[in-house]
C-alpha cells in the first residue's frame, strides 16, 4: 500500500466516524513553550487547555511534524526519522478509551489488513482499564505490556497538556531480533500508533521519565497519532523507514551523487546515506514553512540538519555542492502533497545552496583549529577535546556542536560536554531576553477565561468605523491604563504585521476613554488599551467605538502598498522571494524578505516605478472569501508564520496581487498613494529589510529632499539643481587634488623632520621630544628607522588634545613593547602594538619627561 493510500484509508475511516478533516498546521508553531510542531495535537493544544473552543468535537488530521531529539539514532536504527507525517484522531470531551481503541484495532486489520496474531499494546503502568479493553478486543494478555512515564505516559515535553498512553506495535518477525515484545526489542517490534488519553497538564520541570502533573485538563481528550512511514515499512514490505516510498527516491538520489551503493555499502555508509536523505527531507519542509538557516530558534534546528548531512556527504567523497539537487528530488516526491514545497521550489534550492556555500567556509576555517586541537591533544596522550575549544568552534566558526562531537569520536576523542554546557549557559544568560511576569502569566489566564465564558470579539470594523458593542471585562493595565474588552468592535487588533487602532470608547452615561491601541489578548479576544478621560466604565455597559479615521486610512494605504510591494519584487527578483515579517504603520511600512542577495540600486529604483505605475494604474482592490483549499487552488499567498482558519480572506490588487490577508485595504490603487523606497538592508542570512513611506509621508520625504538639493545649489554659488551633480564633482575633483598635493608636502617635510632626528642618533637611539601631531608620530618613527644602522632605535614623545604619547621603534629582532610598557604606566597608560614598533599613550602629561628618561634607559640596556 503507497503513502498516497495509507493517508486517505485513515481519514476517510475517520470522517466516516463523524471526524472533521482540518489541513495540517505548520510546521512554525505560534506555541511559545515549542519551537517547532512536534505531534499532531500541538494545534490543538488551546482546544485540550480550554482556552479556545474547537470547531467540532471530534476532527482528524494528517499533520507534518519535526522532532530532533532523537536525531543521534537517525541512521543507526529501523524508525527514527526528523520529519514524519503522523495521521490524527481526536476528541475533545466527546468519545474515550471504549470507543478509539476498537476503532484502531479495526483501521488496522480490517482495513490495512494487518495479521492480527502480530499485534502488540504496551500501558502505562496502573493503567487497567487499557489492559481490560484490549484483552476484550483481541490482544492477549501476552502481548500487552505495562511500561513507565518515559514510554507510556505522553506530553509535548513541556508544560501543557499531556496524560497515560497505549501504544501498538506491529511484530515484523525474527529477521529482525530476538522476541519479546516491544519492551526488548523496538527494532523488530516496530511501533505504529499511539492512543493518547489527555487527562492532565504537565507542569514545569521534571524529566520525560519523571514530571511533576499540576491539574486537570477541563474535559477528558484523546490524541491519537498514526504514523504514516511507520506503517510503511510494514505494508511495503521493507527493512527501514528510509526505504519507504516517501524516503526512497531521495535516496537513491542521494547514491547516485554521492557515488556510494546502499545496497553494498558498510554500515557506517549505510547510515551516512540515510542520515543525508532525512536531513534534506526535513530541510525541504522546514525552507518551505517558511524557516531560514541561522545561528538561533528554528533557524538553528535547520541549519544543524543540512550541516550535519553536508559533513556526510564529505565524508563519504562529494566534494562538491549537492543539497540543492538533491531537495528538488523531495519537491518532486512529496510536492503534490505538500504544495508549499512546489510554490517555494526556488527559495528551497537558493537556501540549500548557500547555506552548503557558507558552512564549506566554515569547514575550511574551523577544521583546521580542531585538526590542531585534535592532534595537540594525542600528542599530549589525552583523550578528551577541550569544551573551551569545543565552544569556541561552535560561537565563532558556527561548528555545531553534534558534528563536533561526531568528529571526535571518529578520532577516538571524547569531548569536555560538562565545560562546553557551561560555557553555553553563561552565553545564554548574558543574552537572554526578560522572562515573562506572573503578571504576564495573570493576565494571559484571565483572558483565557473570557474567551471560554463569552467567546470570541466580534470585529466588525471592514466596513464601518463607528460600532456599538458591551462591555465584557476591563482589567488594570500599566501606566495607569486599562484594558477593555468588547463583545463586538470596529476597531482592528495587531496583527498581519498592521498595527491596531486607536479612537475613542464613550459608554452611555457620558465617560469617555482614549483608546492607544489594540491588539490581541489570546487568539479571538480583543483587547483596548485605554486611558480613561472622564467618567468610569464598567462590566455591562453598552458603550459607542469610534475609530481614528485618518489614521485608519493611512494605515490602509500601507496595507495595500505592501502586497503591491510583495508582489513586483517576486517578479523582479525572482518566485524565491516571499514576505517574512512586516510592520504595516500610518505613513510608513517596514517589509522582511527572504533573498540572498543585496538588492541593487537599479533594482531598488525599478521596483519602486513599477510600484507607484501599478497604484497610479488605480487598481480595484477586491476581497472575498474562501475554503482554505478553494484559496490555495486559487493561487492565494499565504504568508510564513501566519495563523489561518477554514474559511480565509483573499484580498486581490489588480490582476497582479492575490493574498490570503485579514487586514484593512483601500479600495482601489490610487486611493493608497506614492511610495518611496527609503532603505534597504540584511537582518539575517538569507533575509532582507526594506523600509518605505506611503501616501502623505513619501510626499514630506520628497519635498525635504527637494529642500536639501536646493540647499546644496546655493551652496555651490546657485546653480541650477539639474546642474547640481556637475559642479559638485568637479569641486569634490579639485578637493581631492589639494588634498593629494598637502599629503606629499606634509610627507616630504616629514622627510626632513626624520633627517635632523637621525642625525642626532647616539649609539644608535634617537630620543627626541617634538612638536608634531600625534597622528604623523608613527610615520616619523618609521622614517627615522630607515636611516639607521642596525641595531638602532627611535623613540619619540608628544603632547596633544590633552595627552602623552610615547612611540617606540626598533630594527632588531627586539620587541618594543616590552621595553615600553614601564615607561608608559609613568603616563598614565600601557604599551600596545607588536613586533618593531609599540605606543603608550595616557592623561599625566605632567610625567612625560620621565617617562622618556625611563624608556631610555631600558633601551640602551639592552641595545
Known amino acids: 500500500m503507497r503513502s498516497v493510500e495509507i493517508r486517505r484509508t485513515f481519514l476517510s475511516y475517520f470522517q466516516s466516524k463523524g471526524h472533521r478533516l482540518l489541513p495540517s498546521s505548520s510546521l512554525v508553531t505560534d506555541d511559545p513553550t515549542m519551537l517547532l510542531t512536534t505531534a499532531g495535537m500541538v494545534q490543538f493544544k488551546p482546544y485540550f487547555l480550554g482556552e479556545d473552543k474547537p470547531p467540532h468535537s471530534r476532527l482528524t488530521t494528517l499533520q507534518k511534524c519535526i522532532r530532533t531529539v532523537d536525531i543521534d539514532n537517525i541512521g543507526e536504527t529501523d524508525r527514527h526519522t526528523t520529519f514524519f507525517e503522523m495521521l490524527g484522531n481526536f476528541s475533545f470531551g466527546d468519545y474515550d478509551k471504549p470507543d478509539v481503541m476498537p476503532w484502531a484495532y479495526e483501521l488496522l486489520t480490517s482495513h490495512y489488513g494487518l495479521d492480527p496474531t502480530r499485534l502488540w499494546a504496551t500501558v502505562y503502568l496502573d493503567d487497567e482499564e487499557s489492559v481490560g479493553l484490549w484483552q476484550e478486543i483481541g490482544i492477549p494478555l501476552s502481548r500487552i505490556q505495562r511500561l513507565g512515564m518515559a514510554d507510556n505516559y505522553w506530553s509535548t515535553g513541556g508544560v501543557g497538556p499531556c496524560g497515560p498512553d497505549s501504544e501498538i506495535f506491529y511484530d ?337 452615561d457620558g465617560s469617555e476613554l482614549r483608546v492607544t491601541d489594540t491588539r490581541y489578548g489570546v487568539d479571538g479576544l480583543y483587547v483596548h488599551v485605554a486611558e480613561v478621560v472622564q467618567g468610569e466604565v464598567h462590566p455591562g455597559d453598552s458603550v459607542e467605538v469610534f475609530v481614528d479615521g485618518d489614521r485608519r486610512a493611512a494605515t490602509a494605504r500601507s496595507h495595500s502598498s505592501t502586497h503591491v510591494l510583495h508582489a513586483t519584487l517576486r517578479e523582479t527578483l525572482g518566485e524565491h522571494v516571499r514576505q517574512h515579517g512586516s510592520l504595516v504603520a500610518p505613513g510608513r511600512l517596514r517589509f522582511d524578505f527572504s533573498s540572498f542577495d543585496a538588492v541593487s540600486p537599479e533594482q531598488l529604483a525599478h521596483v519602486e516605478s513599477v510600484v507607484n505605475a501599478r497604484l497610479l494604474a488605480d487598481p480595484e482592490v477586491r476581497v472575498w472569501e474562501a475554503s482554505r483549499s478553494e484559496a490555495q487552488a486559487a493561487g492565494a499567498m499565504a504568508l510564513f508564520g501566519e495563523k489561518y482558519g477554514e474559511v480565509v480572506r483573499i484580498v486581490d490588487i489588480g490582476d497582479f496581487s492575490r493574498e490570503l490577508c485579514g487586514g484593512t485595504h483601500v479600495g482601489h490603487g490610487s486611493q493608497a498613494g506614492p511610495v518611496r523606497l527609503v532603505s534597504e538592508s540584511s537582518i539575517g542570512s538569507g533575509l532582507r529589510r526594506l523600509e518605505a513611506l506611503t501616501g502623505l509621508d513619501a510626499l514630506r520625504h520628497a519635498d525635504h529632499e527637494r529642500q536639501l538639493l536646493s540647499s546644496v545649489a546655493s551652496l555651490l554659488g546657485g546653480v541650477r539643481s539639474d546642474q547640481v551633480l556637475d559642479r559638485l564633482s568637479e569641486r569634490l575633483s579639485a578637493l581631492a587634488t589639494a588634498e593629494r598635493s598637502l599629503r606629499e608636502l606634509r610627507e616630504r617635510q616629514l622627510v626632513e623632520v626624520a633627517r635632523g632626528l637621525a642625525s642626532t642618533a647616539v649609539g644608535g637611539l634617537v630620543v627626541a621630544r617634538v612638536a608634531q601631531p600625534l597622528d604623523a608620530l608613527r610615520g616619523l618613527v618609521d622614517h627615522v628607522l630607515r636611516l639607521l644602522p642596525q641595531p638602532g632605535a627611535v623613540l619619540l614623545g608628544a603632547v596633544g588634545d590633552g595627552k602623552a604619547q610615547l612611540v617606540l621603534g626598533v630594527n632588531t629582532d627586539l620587541t618594543a613593547r616590552d621595553l615600553l610598557t614601564e615607561a608608559g604606566r609613568l603616563i598614565g597608560g600601557g604599551a600596545g602594538g607588536h613586533g618593531h614598533l609599540a605606543i603608550a599613550g595616557g592623561r599625566k602629561l605632567e610625567n612625560l619627561d620621565q617617562a622618556i628618561e625611563l624608556a631610555t634607559r631600558r633601551i640602551r640596556e639592552v641595545l
Request: aromatic share 6%.
Open 172 to 508: 515484523r518477525g525474527e529477521k529482525y531480533g530476538p522476541e519479546g515484545g516491544p519492551a526488548v526489542n523496538p527494532e523488530r517490534y516496530l511501533e505504529v500508533w499511539n492512543l493518547v488519553f489527555m487527562r492532565h497538564i504537565r507542569g514545569e520541570g521534571g524529566t520525560d521519565d519523571d514530571f511533576p502533573i499540576v491539574g486537570d485538563l477541563p474535559v477528558r481528550c484523546v490524541e491519537s497519532g498514526l504514523g504514516v512511514d511507520r506503517l510503511a515499512v510494514v505494508l511495503q514490505g521493507v527493512d527501514n523507514v528510509h526505504e519507504v516510498d516517501l524516503l526512497a527516491p531521495t535516496l537513491e538520489r542521494v547514491q547516485t551523487l554521492t557515488g556510494c551503493d546502499y545496497a553494498t555499502g558498510d554500515k557506517r555508509t549505510r547510515a551516512s546515506l540515510r542520515v543525508i536523505a532525512d536531513h534534506v527531507r526535513a530541510g525541504t519542509l522546514l525552507i518551505g514553512d517558511g524557516v531560514l538557516p541561522s545561528n538561533e530558534g528554528r533557524g538553528y534546528v535547520l541549519r544543524r540538519l543540512l550541516r550535519r548531512a553536508v559533513h556526510r556527504g564529505r565524508l563519504l567523497g562529494r566534494a562538491t555542492p549537492f543539497l540543492a539537487e538533491l531537495a528538488s528530488t523531495v519537491v518532486d516526491n512529496v510536492g503534490e502533497q505538500w504544495p508549499e514545497l512546489r510554490t517555494n521550489a526556488e527559495l528551497v534550492a537558493q537556501a540549500m545552496a548557500h547555506e552548503e556555500e557558507a558552512f564549506d567556509r566554515t569547514l575550511r576555517q574551523g577544521s583546521r583549529l580542531l585538526e590542531t586541537t585534535v592532534s595537540r591533544t594525542r600528542s599530549e596522550s589525552g583523550t578528551s577535546l577541550p569544551g573551551g575549544t569545543v565552544f569556541q568552534l561552535h560561537d565563532t566558526f558556527g561548528f555545531p556542536l553534534d558534528l563536533t562531537m561526531e568528529i571526535a569520536r571518529e578520532a577516538g576523542l571524547s569531548v569536555d560536554t560538562e565545560r562546553v554546557e557551561e560555557l553555553i549557559e553563561e552565553q545564554r544568560r548574558r543574552g537572554q531576553s526578560a522572562r515573562a511576569t506572573s503578571s504576564d502569566s495573570q493576565r494571559r489566564k484571565a483572558y483565557a477565561e473570557l474567551l471560554m465564558e463569552h467567546g470570541r470579539t466580534t470585529f466588525v470594523g471592514y466596513d464601518s468605523l463607528v460600532g456599538d458593542g458591551n462591555v465584557v471585562s476591563v482589567l488594570p493595565g500599566e501606566d495607569g491604563r486599562v484594558e477593555l474588552v468588547l463583545d463586538r468592535t470596529p476597531m482592528y487588533a495587531e496583527s498581519g504585521g498592521q498595527v491596531g487602532d486607536t479612537g475613542l470608547v464613550r459608554t452611555t
